[in-house]
């Protein structure tokens, strides 16, 4: 085992790590920069709670090894409000109460804000289909489909 | 992954040494669900295929080989695989090449989204494009590759049923000796392929169909985002009205993804039928042998096979310019 | 009905929750995110065989690796229950912080600390267990046989020794009235056995603990829990510590449905290793760790109903039999509640329950939203469509000839906490949620053929609001608030109740905002821990709004008679003339005499004054025991389609219709009815944690996929959803509210159950009804076999 010193860009901030090969994006992001929005739910894949984009593909930082995105530009939740000021997805999630205990809220706004990168006008079906692996246990997952949904209007 | 239960591969790992470091270290079989990743290695990111196959020979049976690392790095992370190098083809970009111009031809670290998304996949490859599109969750798609969920031998793997009924080879390298076999012979058992230590999966070629072929996969799982109960995934050739060849192949219903030969004669040289399909669907109940697990029973599984290929034939043959069976 | 006077500035409105921002920005703080200075990392040693004594733990290795390690040789011998809620008389405790005896698989036998989580790692591997591996039980058939290996010899019922006969942790009858008697006297007779499954929480958050020594030989704890009081009572009596020493911090919770009613058994581990080490120390289970930790009571029901020819109830009869696993939460409340909530649904002039619960060698069960109720709804609503078949009487016309209504007895948790019914929204419920489906024109059961078969079902149900009533019960149930107006007239609000994600804390703010007379902006909502707040019990029992709200507006009430006075002293008018009333323009409450309007203050500026004038704080401090504990009806409708060759269930449409009294949060009750249908339907068609039987050890392998929990693709389409709420006021609730949260849930398995009978003439009386069996009783159905037992 050997760390290794690797650069990346998270929220925009230029980072400077050394990182074992062991370290997971996940582990560093909480406990190095303090990013805890990003959550350990399964870490196995299986929750969707730990939802980064790295380059903008929605990942899950549980299974990426740190030492792999070097060279990557890494956005947190942290990260998707610039300068105080709420992405319009995340005043969406709020206005439609898409939001009970919240534990999921992070990945489910992330993969939201990707899925609409990429499909700005989306379909309930779209939305459904990019937002599949995100478990949440509370809202039962209408009030989400409708805050991505009413945001795209 | 979710399909590499220790049941699934004979509870052992997909491959790769095991090694104590500690002697006071207990190997643990329960509660290896770790917030980290435990297990100590050394990660080397070659940036060519030569590269990664020199390393492969340099730590011979101490390497394993990662692409997206969600099946390897779950196994890491519950210790069912314990290794001591770790060679990441992830910064390899010319495997990540998705190319369509005659046969298709997939790179071994295309993504299961990049293959999904492919228009000339979703047009001509239908079977492969909705297996691709058919996996549990977008993230693992984005992360996943084609390559990773054959080399990782899960019987339930989806991409598998489906390239096996579109007549896939898989092309073998070791930098020094490069091989290619056709897709059914690759799969051993859980876990094991004729990858030979050393060896890398360097891209899959799937021949290009012809207008007349029509393809479907089918799966089910528990909820949607699951790993498959049965998957099946049927290639049908048309001639007029008549059956020219056809391909049919199933996962999670026996220890490999596997081709039913069986049962594609069949209905070669007539005109398809609900009586004659139903034989094909028997015949593949006959051929398969499921077993039953935290996902499914056998006698279900036996079941839905039936059902699912028979539903997978007519999409594949109205797909492939037939009309609607009666 | 609303009183027509109640006109309402806070309540009702939809507002963004108060945490929300934090939330979707990633800042709210979770047990597991928080980080001290100084801190170790814990790790549980978690036995690999479901029966087995320890011999002897090794833990030279991992000291040796610098670890502090914690056995039961370090802990205090005392027995505890983890869940705190049953009067002493009735609490059974048969666990210790760390086994002495490995009861099921993933019981905590050691633990270790150590300054990172990687070192923590390394210090567990190299722990060494010796273990006398016994019979596995898991069968709790098998279990109560002569012969079979006792789990436990004897546990402790209040402050006598029990002893376990037959791994029977508990037995309980109750009877009313005569029920031959009632059978004999019965047009129609039916009887079925019905099955619930062991499903897991599958709260997003996994369970944690950070414990930090104070100077003072205190410590301070962060933990995950939905009762702060009861975590502070428990760590107190097994670590001998006086409860001033313990302060215990209400932390954002990442979803719960029961599973943190009890102290989460990594609580006093964390503690222990704290108080023997002197470290501050965070303690965080995996997800495979948390799949072992708890389950809902699985049961086995019988039961027998009769009815008239005129389709009324004679008489019941109900065998329950519920595998607890390895250690007694609350079976004994569980026994008692299954009862209760069944002698609710209907009135039964005479029944008779007989339920029992035995420990087997798998993870203990515990109270899941709704507490006993989805399973005794299940078998209820179930065996009332057979019946309602049987008489040839519309299923909806025989549930409101038979449904315990205004002025009868509701059981909100067992026969010792029973209340009269003063709110009643259910023919509203019923009448609109057939208009929304289309009733009338749903199939013939059995009647179709073809693949895809279409059916309409319904079921209703209830939960209650909290476990008040008239007579102290078993149960113990008040709150407690402590509200300040600030010198700017601004409100804190201290309340020791838990939100889980339903907006409580809001609705609470709300409440008092709305008493007050203040904008419901103007309130804050307090951090809150042991040291600051009143006593509440916890939030369970959908108690929330109406319990714990209950005890703010009543502390809201006094705050405002203090203010009225001051008012009166300031603008020399009678108190009884005042009235407080929110002034949007001044974004605050002012004070003013209706027939002399000029005579007027804010609530700030008569704050002010009392400062200045040194005439005190305005404050109040209150408890309240709610005497009433109203039941929140609910009604589901859903249709579904039936791939009879797949076995596979879609839902086509649900309505879903709910009595919660006033609405206070709106959009939040809606979401707590969309989220009840989701955890419904996995209850229904796919959740299962199943067991290895020989092994005791979980299938899943700590796989959450494994436990099936439903995901976006289950739920329904936007349009097929249909949410309402019955026009209704119950008088005992703050502003005519009850309760919601568990009642959306509990009625749901049943309704699907229906929607499938309509379908397809089967009854399906095991949960959850897989693709699996529905193809296997297709098949059985067409030979005849399953058929309604009539007696
Ligand atoms: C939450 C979750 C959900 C999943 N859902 C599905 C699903 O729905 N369907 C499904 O089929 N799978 C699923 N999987 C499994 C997994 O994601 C797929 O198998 C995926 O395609 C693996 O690709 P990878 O690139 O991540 O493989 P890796 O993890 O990188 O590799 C897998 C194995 O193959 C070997 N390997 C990889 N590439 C090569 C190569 N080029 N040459 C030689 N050996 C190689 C590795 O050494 C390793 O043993 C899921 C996994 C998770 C964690
Ligand atoms: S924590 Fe990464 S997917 Fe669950
Ligand atoms: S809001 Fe609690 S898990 Fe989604």
């Given at each position: 085992?050997?760390?290794?010193?690797?650069?990346?860009?998270?929220?925009?901030?230029?980072?400077?790590?050394?990182?074992?090969?062991?370290?997971?994006?996940?582990?560093?992001?909480?406990?190095?920069?303090?990013?805890?929005?990003?959550?350990?739910?399964?870490?196995?894949?299986?929750?969707?709670?730990?939802?980064?984009?790295?380059?903008?593909?929605?990942?899950?930082?549980?299974?990426?090894?740190?030492?792999?995105?070097?060279?990557?530009?890494?956005?947190?939740?942290?990260?998707?409000?610039?300068?105080?000021?709420?992405?319009?997805?995340?005043?969406?999630?709020?206005?439609?109460?898409?939001?009970?205990?919240?534990?999921?809220?992070?990945?489910?706004?992330?993969?939201?804000?990707?899925?609409?990168?990429?499909?700005?006008?989306?379909?309930?079906?779209?939305?459904?289909?990019?937002?599949?692996?995100?478990?949440?246990?509370?809202?039962?997952?209408?009030?989400?489909?409708?805050?991505?949904?009413?945001?795209?209007? | 992954?979710?399909?590499?239960?220790?049941?699934?591969?004979?509870?052992?790992?997909g491959g790769g040494p095991?090694?104590?470091?500690?002697?006071?270290?207990?190997?643990?079989?329960?509660?290896?669900?770790?917030?980290?990743?435990?297990?100590?290695?050394e990660l080397i990111e070659p940036h060519t295929l030569a590269q990664a196959s020199e390393s492969l020979r340099t730590h011979a049976g101490e390497a394993v080989i990662m692409a997206g690392g969600?099946d390897l790095?779950?196994?890491?992370?519950?210790?069912?695989?314990?290794t001591k190098y770790v060679i990441s083809l992830g910064r390899i970009s010319a495997l990540k090449r998705v190319d369509t111009n005659s046969d298709l031809v997939i790179g071994a670290t295309a993504s299961i989204?990049d293959v999904?998304?492919?228009?000339?996949?979703?047009?001509?490859?239908?079977?492969l494009?909705?297996?691709?599109?058919?996996?549990?969750?977008?993230?693992?798609?984005?992360?996943g590759t084609v390559g990773g969920n054959l080399c990782n031998a899960?019987?339930?793997a989806?991409t598998a049923?489906?390239l096996l009924?579109l007549d896939a080879s898989v092309h073998l390298t070791s930098g020094v000796r490069e091989r290619e076999i056709a897709l059914s012979e690759f799969f051993t058992g859980?876990g094991g392929t004729v990858l030979s230590d050393g060896e890398v999966l360097e891209h899959i070629s799937v021949p290009?169909?012809?207008?007349?072929?029509?393809?479907?996969?089918?799966?089910?799982?528990?909820?949607?985002?699951?790993?498959?109960?049965?998957?099946?995934?049927?290639?049908?050739?048309?001639?007029?009205?008549?059956?020219?060849?056809?391909?049919?192949?199933?996962?999670?219903?026996?220890?490999t993804p596997?081709?039913?030969?069986?049962?594609?004669?069949?209905?070669?040289?007539?005109?398809?039928?609900?009586?004659?399909?139903?034989?094909?669907?028997?015949?593949?109940?006959?051929?398969?042998?499921?077993?039953?697990?935290?996902?499914?029973?056998?006698?279900?599984?036996?079941?839905?096979?039936?059902?699912?290929?028979?539903?997978?034939?007519?999409?594949?043959?109205?797909?492939?310019?037939?009309?609607?069976?009666? | 009905?609303?009183?027509?006077?109640?006109?309402?500035?806070?309540?009702?409105?939809?507002?963004?929750?108060?945490?929300?921002?934090?939330?979707?920005?990633?800042?709210?703080?979770?047990?597991?995110?928080?980080?001290?200075?100084?801190?170790?990392?814990?790790?549980?040693?978690?036995?690999?065989?479901?029966?087995?004594?320890?011999?002897?733990?090794?833990?030279?290795?991992?000291?040796?690796?610098?670890?502090?390690?914690?056995?039961?040789?370090?802990?205090?011998?005392?027995?505890?229950?983890?869940?705190?809620?049953?009067?002493?008389?009735?609490?059974?405790?048969?666990?210790?912080?760390?086994?002495?005896?490995?009861?099921?698989?993933?019981?905590?036998?050691?633990?270790?600390?150590?300054?990172?989580?990687?070192?923590?790692?390394?210090?567990?591997?190299?722990?060494?267990?010796?273990?006398?591996?016994?019979?596995?039980?898991?069968?709790?058939?098998?279990?109560?046989?002569?012969?079979?290996?006792?789990?436990?010899?004897?546990?402790?019922?209040?402050?006598?020794?029990?002893?376990?006969?037959?791994?029977?942790?508990?037995?309980?009858?109750?009877?009313?009235?005569?029920?031959?008697?009632?059978?004999?006297?019965?047009?129609?007779?039916?009887?079925?056995?019905?099955?619930?499954?062991?499903?897991?929480?599958?709260?997003?958050?996994?369970?944690?603990?950070?414990?930090?020594?104070?100077?003072?030989?205190?410590?301070?704890?962060?933990?995950?829990?939905?009762?702060?009081?009861?975590?502070?009572?428990?760590?107190?009596?097994?670590?001998?510590?006086?409860?001033?020493?313990?302060?215990?911090?209400?932390?954002?919770?990442?979803?719960?449905?029961?599973?943190?009613?009890?102290?989460?058994?990594?609580?006093?581990?964390?503690?222990?290793?704290?108080?023997?080490?002197?470290?501050?120390?965070?303690?965080?289970?995996?997800?495979?760790?948390?799949?072992?930790?708890?389950?809902?009571?699985?049961?086995?029901?019988?039961?027998?109903?009769?009815?008239?020819?005129?389709?009324?109830?004679?008489?019941?009869?109900?065998?329950?039999?519920?595998?607890?696993?390895?250690?007694?939460?609350?079976?004994?409340?569980?026994?008692?509640?299954?009862?209760?909530?069944?002698?609710?649904?209907?009135?039964?002039?005479?029944?008779?329950?007989?339920?029992?619960?035995?420990?087997?060698?798998?993870?203990?069960?515990?109270?899941?939203?709704?507490?006993?109720?989805?399973?005794?709804?299940?078998?209820?609503?179930?065996?009332?469509?057979?019946?309602?078949?049987?008489?040839?009487?519309?299923?909806?016309?025989?549930?409101?000839?038979?449904?315990?209504?205004?002025?009868?007895?509701?059981?909100?948790?067992?026969?010792?906490?029973?209340?009269?019914?003063?709110?009643?929204?259910?023919?509203?419920?019923?009448?609109?949620?057939?208009?929304?489906?289309?009733?009338?024109?749903?199939?013939?059961?059995?009647?179709?053929?073809?693949?895809?078969?279409?059916?309409?079902?319904?079921?209703?149900?209830?939960?209650?609001?909290?476990?008040?009533?008239?007579?102290?019960?078993?149960?113990?149930?008040?709150?407690?608030?402590?509200?300040?107006?600030?010198?700017?007239?601004?409100?804190?609000?201290?309340?020791?109740?838990?939100?889980?994600?339903?907006?409580?804390?809001?609705?609470?703010?709300?409440?008092?905002?709305?008493?007050?007379?203040?904008?419901?902006?103007?309130?804050?909502?307090?951090?809150?821990?042991?040291?600051?707040?009143?006593?509440?019990?916890?939030?369970?029992?959908?108690?929330?709004?109406?319990?714990?709200?209950?005890?703010?507006?009543?502390?809201?009430?006094?705050?405002?008679?203090?203010?009225?006075?001051?008012?009166?002293?300031?603008?020399?008018?009678?108190?009884?003339?005042?009235?407080?009333?929110?002034?949007?323009?001044?974004?605050?409450?002012?004070?003013?005499?209706?027939?002399?309007?000029?005579?007027?203050?804010?609530?700030?500026?008569?704050?002010?004054?009392?400062?200045?004038?040194?005439?005190?704080?305005?404050?109040?401090?209150?408890?309240?025991?709610?005497?009433?504990?109203?039941?929140?009806?609910?009604?589901?409708?859903?249709?579904?389609?039936?791939?009879?060759?797949?076995?596979?269930?879609?839902?086509?449409?649900?309505?879903?219709?709910?009595?919660?009294?006033?609405?206070?949060?709106?959009?939040?009750?809606?979401?707590?009815?969309?989220?009840?249908?989701?955890?419904?339907?996995?209850?229904?068609?796919?959740?299962?944690?199943?067991?290895?039987?020989?092994?005791?050890?979980?299938?899943?392998?700590?796989?959450?996929?494994?436990?099936?929990?439903?995901?976006?693709?289950?739920?329904?389409?936007?349009?097929?959803?249909?949410?309402?709420?019955?026009?209704?006021?119950?008088?005992?609730?703050?502003?005519?509210?009850?309760?919601?949260?568990?009642?959306?849930?509990?009625?749901?398995?049943?309704?699907?159950?229906?929607?499938?009978?309509?379908?397809?003439?089967?009854?399906?009386?095991?949960?959850?009804?897989?693709?699996?069996?529905?193809?296997?009783?297709?098949?059985?159905?067409?030979?005849?076999?399953?058929?309604?037992?009539?007696?």
């Amino acid at each position: 085992m050997t760390a290794r010193t690797i650069n990346l860009n998270v929220n925009g901030e230029h980072k400077e790590w050394s990182v074992a090969e062991n370290d997971l994006l996940l582990t560093e992001l909480r406990e190095r920069e303090g990013l805890t929005g990003a959550k350990y739910g399964c870490g196995i894949g299986e929750c969707g709670a730990c939802t980064v984009l790295v380059d903008g593909q929605p990942s899950l930082s549980c299974l990426v090894l740190a030492q792999s995105v070097d060279g990557c530009d890494v956005l947190t939740i942290e990260g998707l409000a610039r300068g105080g000021e709420l992405d319009p997805l995340q005043i969406a999630f709020l206005d439609q109460a898409a939001v009970q205990c919240g534990f999921c809220t992070p990945g489910m706004v992330l993969m939201g804000r990707a899925l609409l990168n990429e499909i700005p006008d989306p379909t309930e079906k779209d939305v459904r289909e990019f937002l599949k692996g995100n478990l949440c246990r509370c809202t039962g997952y209408s009030s989400i489909v409708r805050a991505i949904l009413t945001h795209r209007r | 992954m979710i399909g590499q239960h220790p049941a699934d591969l004979g509870g052992h790992g997909g491959g790769g040494p095991t090694e104590h470091a500690n002697p006071t270290e207990t190997q643990m079989e329960d509660f290896t669900n770790t917030h980290i990743l435990v297990g100590e290695f050394e990660l080397i990111e070659p940036h060519t295929l030569a590269q990664a196959s020199e390393s492969l020979r340099t730590h011979a049976g101490e390497a394993v080989i990662m692409a997206g690392g969600t099946d390897l790095l779950v196994g890491m992370k519950m210790e069912h695989i314990r290794t001591k190098y770790v060679i990441s083809l992830g910064r390899i970009s010319a495997l990540k090449r998705v190319d369509t111009n005659s046969d298709l031809v997939i790179g071994a670290t295309a993504s299961i989204r990049d293959v999904a998304h492919n228009s000339v996949v979703r047009q001509q490859y239908c079977a492969l494009a909705e297996a691709c599109q058919s996996f549990s969750t977008m993230q693992i798609m984005v992360m996943g590759t084609v390559g990773g969920n054959l080399c990782n031998a899960s019987p339930a793997a989806d991409t598998a049923p489906a390239l096996l009924a579109l007549d896939a080879s898989v092309h073998l390298t070791s930098g020094v000796r490069e091989r290619e076999i056709a897709l059914s012979e690759f799969f051993t058992g859980p876990g094991g392929t004729v990858l030979s230590d050393g060896e890398v999966l360097e891209h899959i070629s799937v021949p290009a169909p012809s207008l007349s072929t029509g393809s479907a996969f089918l799966k089910m799982g528990r909820v949607a985002a699951d790993i498959s109960k049965v998957s099946v995934a049927v290639t049908v050739v048309r001639s007029e009205d008549r059956v020219r060849q056809c391909r049919i192949a199933l996962g999670a219903v026996a220890s490999t993804p596997r081709r039913i030969v069986a049962a594609e004669s069949e209905l070669l040289g007539e005109k398809p039928t609900i009586s004659g399909i139903s034989k094909v669907s028997q015949l593949v109940q006959q051929a398969i042998e499921p077993i039953t697990d935290v996902r499914s029973t056998a006698a279900y599984r036996r079941h839905l096979a039936g059902v699912l290929v028979g539903d997978a034939f007519r999409q594949a043959w109205l797909r492939a310019g037939g009309g609607e069976i009666t | 009905m609303v009183p027509e006077q109640q006109q309402l500035h806070s309540i009702g409105q939809a507002t963004w929750r108060r945490d929300g921002q934090a939330k979707v920005t990633g800042a709210e703080e979770y047990v597991s995110d928080i980080t001290l200075p100084r801190m170790w990392h814990a790790r549980v040693l978690r036995s690999p065989y479901a029966h087995a004594r320890i011999v002897h733990v090794d833990t030279s290795y991992a000291e040796a690796l610098g670890a502090v390690c914690l056995t039961h040789a370090d802990i205090p011998k005392i027995r505890y229950n983890e869940r705190i809620v049953s009067t002493p008389p009735h609490l059974y405790r048969d666990r210790y912080v760390l086994a002495d005896k490995a009861r099921h698989v993933g019981e905590a036998i050691a633990a270790v600390a150590a300054p990172t989580e990687a070192a923590a790692e390394q210090a567990l591997r190299a722990l060494r267990v010796e273990y006398e591996v016994l019979e596995t039980i898991t069968d709790p058939e098998v279990a109560m046989w002569d012969g079979t290996e006792p789990i436990y010899t004897n546990v402790q019922l209040g402050d006598q020794e029990l002893s376990i006969e037959h791994n029977i942790a508990v037995q309980r009858t109750i009877e009313l009235g005569d029920i031959e008697h009632g059978f004999a006297n019965s047009a129609v007779i039916l009887e079925r056995e019905f099955a619930t499954s062991r499903i897991y929480h599958a709260q997003m958050e996994t369970k944690g603990v950070v414990c930090r020594p104070e100077s003072d030989g205190g410590i301070t704890v962060w933990p995950t829990a939905q009762s702060i009081h009861n975590v502070r009572q428990l760590l107190g009596e097994i670590y001998s510590l006086p409860l001033h020493k313990i302060n215990v911090k209400r932390v954002p919770i990442g979803g719960t449905f029961g599973s943190s009613i009890q102290m989460n058994s990594v609580i006093p581990i964390c503690v222990g290793l704290t108080l023997k080490s002197g470290k501050t120390i965070k303690l965080v289970t995996t997800r495979e760790e948390d799949m072992y930790d708890h389950v809902r009571y699985p049961s086995r029901i019988r039961l027998k109903l009769g009815a008239t020819k005129d389709g009324l109830l004679t008489a019941g009869h109900m065998h329950a039999l519920s595998d607890i696993g390895a250690h007694n939460t609350q079976a004994f409340a569980f026994l008692s509640v299954l009862s209760g909530w069944w002698a609710s649904l209907y009135k039964l002039p005479a029944m008779k329950f007989e339920g029992k619960a035995v420990y087997t060698n798998k993870t203990p069960s515990c109270a899941m939203q709704g507490f006993g109720n989805p399973q005794a709804t299940f078998a209820v609503e179930s065996l009332m469509d057979d019946l309602a078949d049987a008489l040839g009487i519309d299923p909806v016309e025989f549930r409101l000839r038979n449904y315990v209504g205004l002025g009868g007895t509701f059981w909100g948790q067992g026969p010792s906490v029973q209340s009269i019914v003063l709110s009643d929204g259910v023919p509203e419920l019923l009448e609109k949620g057939m208009e929304k489906i289309g009733w009338p024109g749903r199939p013939v059961s059995g009647s179709q053929t073809g693949r895809y078969r279409r059916g309409i079902g319904m079921a209703r149900g209830f939960h209650t609001s909290g476990a008040g009533a008239p007579k102290p019960g078993e149960v113990i149930d008040y709150s407690g608030a402590f509200i300040k107006v600030n010198e700017d007239g601004t409100v804190d609000v201290v309340h020791a109740l838990m939100d889980h994600g339903g907006g409580t804390l809001d609705a609470i703010a709300k409440i008092v905002a709305e008493e007050l007379g203040i904008p419901s902006d103007r309130i804050g909502i307090s951090p809150a821990d042991t040291l600051t707040t009143v006593y509440d019990v916890v939030t369970h029992a959908t108690r929330g709004v109406y319990a714990g709200g209950g005890a703010a507006h009543k502390a809201a009430r006094k705050v405002k008679a203090i203010l009225l006075d001051y008012a009166s002293r300031v603008l020399g008018i009678e108190t009884n003339a005042l009235v407080i009333e929110p002034d949007e323009t001044l974004g605050q409450g002012v004070i003013y005499c209706p027939s002399f309007p000029e005579r007027r203050i804010t609530v700030g500026a008569l704050a002010k004054l009392c400062q200045t004038n040194s005439w005190g704080s305005i404050a109040a401090v209150e408890s309240l025991r709610q005497v009433n504990c109203p039941p929140a009806y609910v009604a589901y409708f859903v249709e579904v389609e039936v791939d009879t060759e797949t076995g596979s269930v879609r839902t086509v449409r649900a309505v879903i219709g709910s009595d919660c009294g006033t609405v206070v949060n709106p959009d939040l009750a809606v979401g707590q009815l969309e989220g009840g249908l989701s955890k419904g339907l996995g209850y229904a068609l796919v959740e299962d944690n199943s067991w290895e039987q020989e092994s005791g050890r979980l299938l899943s392998k700590g796989f959450w996929v494994d436990g099936k929990t439903p995901a976006m693709s289950e739920s329904p389409l936007l349009e097929d959803i249909d949410t309402f709420f019955a026009d209704s006021y119950e008088p005992s609730g703050p502003f005519g509210a009850k309760g919601i949260g568990e009642a959306a849930t509990n009625p749901c398995a049943a309704a699907y159950g229906n929607a499938l009978y309509n379908a397809l003439g089967i009854r399906f009386t095991e949960l959850p009804i897989t693709p699996e069996r529905i193809v296997a009783s297709m098949v059985a159905a067409e030979s005849g076999a399953t058929k309604a037992v009539l007696v």
